[in-house]
């Protein structure tokens, strides 16, 4: 590693940096996040839309929506384009790849993600995932979230 290069959090060695970084790993194998897959199974379920029909769908900001599309784009999974009868508009609409992407399913993801791990392994990783989010819910009730 660069000395000169700023630590990335994935990269400082810790229990979280390595959970960031396996994380990411698998946010790529999959086609990013859940608001990306959110996209996906849009698109997949209502076949092209506008980015601001999206937007509304999904009720987030439109700054946060374009960089989605963008990493999305760069990705494979969707391609933009202007509308041919409103040019102010863009259209976005899944590629093959986002087409299979919606229709892999969740247990083909995990074979090939985890192929690592035996299935008793995955079993132990599985139950550990679990409690940590039963304590983050738990966590989210009592305080809050804060």
Same mark, same amino acid.
Request: charge should be positive; glycine fraction near 8%.
């Given at each position: 590693?660069? $000395? ?9 060695? $810790? ?11 698998i946010s790529r194998r999959i086609g990013g996040?859940?608001? &990306? ?12 839309? $506008?980015?601001?029909?999206? &937007? ?18 760069k990705f494979g999974v969707l391609t933009r384009?202007?509308?041919? &009868? ?6 976005? $609409? ?53």
């Amino acid at each position: 590693m660069n $000395t000169d290069e700023p630590i990335k959090p994935e990269d400082d060695g $810790t229990l979280h940096g390595l959970f960031l970084r396996c994380s990411n790993i698998i946010s790529r194998r999959i086609g990013g996040n859940a608001s &990306r897959r959110r996209i996906i199974a849009l698109l997949d379920e209502r076949g092209p839309l $506008t980015q601001r029909e999206l &937007r509304e769908l999904l009720g987030i900001q439109a700054g946060s929506l374009s960089e989605l599309v963008s990493r999305m784009e760069k990705f494979g999974v969707l391609t933009r384009a202007v509308d041919q &009868r409103d040019r102010r508009r863009t259209v976005l $609409t899944l590629t093959e790849l986002g087409y299979k992407r919606a229709r892999e399913p969740r247990e083909m993801n995990d074979e090939r993600l985890f192929a690592a791990l035996t299935p008793e392994e995955r079993e132990e990783l599985r139950q550990m995932l679990q409690k940590i989010d039963d304590a983050h819910v738990k966590w989210e009730r009592e305080v809050g979230g804060r």
